[in-house]
């Protein structure tokens, strides 16, 4: 008795024919296209989704011009957060989250000092955000739907209290933040924050994206000494620099620049220390707020001395649905 | 505490910093009516994975600057908790089941509901059986006091080793004065000077064992006369200790035999009548040269009334007594002869069973001790009532055959790898435990092995010897002021 079923009997095959002669026609033009935009580009290639940066610089100033940052010789203070949140666990109904934020305070060319604030526990609901401020309808359905997008939410809510705090302060002359302000997760609500505050806020991104897709990349990367060139202005003005002759290209987001915007960098240059271009105060700070596996194992165990938890043994989901041959994605 | 992985007889426990377990303690797994008793011979960190870079992280930046830290669930604590615990390496030594000990290790204590505790020594060996009643306090092991029975070492050999100054002597004697207070016979072959005092307490106030002691010197007051030694215990010194032919010894028994016939076997005599003697030249010269060395080494008495008499110490002190043979002013030669003699006539006098069984002290046995009479120590001589004592610092000296056939061995601090791996080569417990245990002895500190300690390796901290110092290294460079003092050359 013939037990295999046949495929032709179920399912229209012919739509499903259809359909691939429309992707290979589809196919065809594209890659023509693609072609005409692509071929001979300089191409970093991904590895494991990391960002990266290319060895010999980002190449071709292409017509475009960088400016020289000079450092401005005049004591200020300057002050970079960085948070870290991390998944510990799931319950029947919702997400146990642990989140740290860490600021360093930098002036006359090295950090003076820090403040870290957490670990401290967030539970994640549909009925709302135990351990942070009330979230956005927006962000808490977000946030339910991905753990990774939650931990962004998480870490903002908690860095932006932060920024509002330290821009009560009329010391700091300027506020640095890990990351874009123009995030379209979420956009740093600029204009509500600290409006008696006299220092400026920015936003300092390393995500290779950002940096690459910016034109003048190119011509900042070859400058021989820190440089800077504006690509777009506007409430936040932003633009890609860099601090140290050898150092690496980062895009800025300048929010509330009283001054003129050379002069914020070189003070920016003269007050904080830098590391392949990157301020010592933001790498500080990312090393105090990340979770060690320490830290992240004594996370577990105060969670379930202090709520009680019962653990249920579990397994890895991708690896058994998908199996070990694959390797990525 | 708890077990995190069981490989043979090697268990690992994961215990937090707050468990204070040290090296050589042992701890009790306990599942429903079985407990496993393991011993703990070395200790880790736990490995958490990427601890390197978190220490080296928090070292750079809180060296570097000074911060203001809230952490509100107190997570900074377990997690630096977390990081200090450690990983304790253990051998299972044996079980109990309804309180009683065994050797069974062939079982495995569930990893998550057994219960791991620390379990004091004193109660070990209580529930393991005490090989007697004449205990002998040592010192402490933890915080309990440390004893064995003096019975251990009745009819075994012993090994007391470790490097210089690591309290070997100190054992040495805290077991002999116990020997001795239970009332047996030692003789002790004291190289520095260091029994004489046994009998003392540190003030000077006599102990219970005062009138038990008696030192002798050779050349002094320990001396033998050919008579009263005999020919065997002779014959025995010529070919041992003075390398005399096979030829020549004939003719010497020869010489001997007329002597005694004659009723002149003195020291005085026997060169006359070697001269007298017809034999070969060469034969002769031998024979008078060995008769110099024995008539100049000042061993020898011209008669009985003069000599040392072995039977008569052991008469003297029915209730035991140490004879304490000093030879520390002694030539070696002279150390060879003394201790020829005296161990042939005391195995002469315990196969005739006129003495009670002997235990001998031997200090350093190589520099007096020919090769031989080592497997005749631990042998032949055991059987008669010589129960050997060896303390020693080079571990070398003593062959692989006699730790093998050792009973108990004490085994005091060794850095040096290729003692380690000696001793541990031929000790009774696995060389993990060996290795890992003796090499962060402090001083005092011991490793007991065998039959004293029932087989279970017990670390010991032994008690400062209660006795005025002897023994002591002279020095260039002592207390500010004093300046080495200069003594008048002994008479004679």
């Known amino acids: 008795m013939n037990t295999q079923l046949s495929i032709s009997s179920v399912v229209n095959m012919d739509a499903l024919v259809s359909l691939a002669r429309e992707f290979r026609a589809e196919f065809e033009v594209s890659s023509g296209q693609i072609h005409e935009r692509l071929a001979g580009m300089p191409f970093m290639f991904n590895t494991d989704g990391k960002d990266a940066y290319p060895f010999a610089g980002w190449g071709n100033p292409g017509g475009h011009k960088a400016f020289p940052i000079l450092p ?22 919702g997400s146990v989250y642990a989140v740290r934020a860490a600021v360093c305070f930098s002036s006359g060319g090295g950090v003076r000092g820090y403040f870290r604030v957490g670990p401290t526990i967030v539970y994640l609901t549909e009925e709302g955000a135990c351990g942070i401020p009330p979230l956005e309808t927006y962000e808490l359905k977000f946030a339910l739907s991905d753990s990774q997008i939650a931990e962004r939410v998480i870490r903002n809510g908690l860095e932006r209290r932060i920024i509002a705090s330290l821009m009560k302060s009329p010391q700091l002359s300027i506020v640095m933040a890990d990351g874009s302000l123009k995030h379209p997760l979420d956009p740093m609500p600029i204009g509500a924050m600290g409006r008696d505050w006299g220092g400026c806020l920015i936003g300092f991104s390393k995500s290779s994206s950002l940096v690459s897709s910016s034109k003048s990349t190119g011509a900042v990367s070859e400058a021989r000494g820190p440089a800077f060139a504006m690509t777009q202005d506007g409430p936040i003005r932003t633009l890609v620099a860099k601090f140290s002759p050898d150092g690496l290209v980062f895009r800025l987001d300048v929010a509330r620049s009283p001054s003129h915007l050379d002069k914020v960098l070189g003070l920016l240059l003269y007050n904080d220390a830098f590391y392949v271009g990157y301020p010592e105060s933001l790498r500080m700070a990312h090393h105090l707020s990340v979770f060690s596996r320490s830290e992240d194992t004594a996370l577990k165990a105060y969670i379930t001395k202090r709520y009680e938890l019962k653990n249920l043994p579990s397994f890895g989901l991708r690896r058994i649905t998908l199996g070990s041959l694959s390797s990525s994605g | 505490m708890r077990i995190l992985r069981k490989d043979g007889p090697n268990i690992l426990v994961v215990a937090s910093p707050v468990e204070n377990v040290r090296l050589g303690e042992y701890l009790v797994v306990t599942d429903k009516e079985r407990s496993l008793v393991v011993q703990v011979y070395d200790e880790n960190y736990l490995d958490v994975s990427g601890i390197e870079e978190e220490v080296a992280r928090e070292e750079v930046i809180f060296a570097s600057t000074q911060g203001v830290t809230e952490d509100p669930a107190g997570v900074g604590t377990i997690s630096r908790e977390i990081r200090d615990m450690r990983l304790l390496q ?3 030594r044996g079980s109990i089941e309804h309180g009683r000990y065994s050797s069974r290790i062939d079982w495995v204590p569930s990893r998550t509901s057994s219960k791991v505790t620390k379990l004091a020594v004193n109660e070990l060996l209580d529930m393991v059986g005490r090989p007697g009643e004449r205990m002998i306090k040592i010192g402490k092991s933890g915080k309990q006091q440390m004893t064995v029975p003096a019975e251990a070492f009745d009819g075994r050999v012993t090994i007391i080793t470790g490097r210089k100054e690591s309290g070997k002597s100190h054992l040495a004697k805290m077991i002999t004065r116990g020997l001795v207070q239970h009332g047996a016979y030692c003789i002790v072959f004291d190289l520095n000077e260091e029994y004489g005092s046994i009998g003392l307490k540190a003030d000077g106030t006599p102990t219970d064992i005062s009138r038990k002691v008696e030192v002798r010197r050779p050349g002094r007051n320990l001396r033998f006369s050919l008579e ?10 010529l070919q041992h200790s003075l390398d ?32 007298q003697w017809r034999c070969n030249e060469f034969v002769r010269d031998a024979l008078y040269s060995r008769y110099h060395t024995l008539s100049n080494s000042g061993l020898f008495a011209e008669g009985r009334e003069d000599e040392f008499d072995l039977e008569g110490f052991v008469r003297s002190h029915p209730d035991g007594g140490v004879l304490v043979v000093s030879l520390s002013r002694t030539s070696p030669l002279n150390r060879r002869m003394t201790v020829e003699l005296l161990l042939s006539k005391l195995v002469e006098l315990l196969e005739h069973r006129r003495v009670p069984p002997v235990f001998l002290v031997a200090e350093e046995a190589h520099l007096y001790l020919r090769e031989t009479y080592w497997e005749d ?79 279970l390796p017990i670390v010991v901290a032994v008690e400062a010897f209660d006795s005025p110092p002897t023994g002591v290294t002279r020095l260039f460079f002592q207390k500010e002021g004093a300046s080495p003092r200069l003594e008048a050359p002994e008479a004679g």
């Open chain 1, 72 to 93: 401005q010789v005049e004591e200020a203070t300057i002050a970079s957060t960085d948070s870290s949140c991390i998944l510990l666990g799931e319950s029947a109904e």
């Open chain 2, 90 to 92: 253990c051998k299972a």
């Open chain 2, 228 to 237: 009263g030694a005999g020919l065997r215990a002779i014959s025995s010194l």
């Open chain 2, 244 to 275: 005399m032919p096979g030829t020549s010894l004939r003719e010497f028994v020869r010489i001997w035999e007329a002597m005694e016939a004659k009723h002149e076997l003195r020291i005085s005599s026997l060169g006359a009548n070697i001269q």
């Open chain 2, 377 to 455: 120590l631990i042998t032949r001589m055991r059987h008669f009532g010589a129960f050997t004592l060896f303390v020693t610092n080079q571990p070398d000296a003593i062959k692989q055959e006699i730790y093998r056939q050792a009973d108990n061995i004490f085994l005091h601090n060794f850095s040096n790898d290729s003692d380690l791996s000696l001793v541990s080569q031929a000790s009774m417990v696995d060389a993990d435990t060996i290795r890992s245990i003796v090499r962060t002895l402090p001083q005092r500190m011991c490793l007991a092995l065998g039959h004293a300690v029932n087989n």
